[in-house]
């Protein structure tokens, strides 16, 4: 099988459909967003349980082959990157204006990281 490279991360392809996993992941912002409670340390368990199922899945998909790292990129950085990616979805609910000058420094920490500036 080809592998499709992925920025840092090749997945290798299983009857993938973008649309498929555009509408997934749209679905879990919605409901990540929807569920998320107002009390800080439900907060904290809820970003927890999202970054649990994310990590989860990404390390089923390593241990079996679908997913394969580069440029440095690992498990490690995943887990971070998906504490980031809930933090931030809850920041640009929240604080809208505030999350842009976030998002883009976030960008430019991950290109300078991995090499890509």
Known sequence: MKNFMCGVWN?????????????????????YLTRFPEVEWKAAVHIAKWVLIYIGVEWVGYRFGYITYSHGWNCWWSLFFDVHMFLMLRFHHTKRVWSIPMTILSIFFYLIMFGYL
């Open 11 to 31: 997945r290798i392809p299983y009857r993938h459909c973008y649309a498929a996993h555009l509408l997934h992941l749209s679905f879990d912002c919605f409901l």
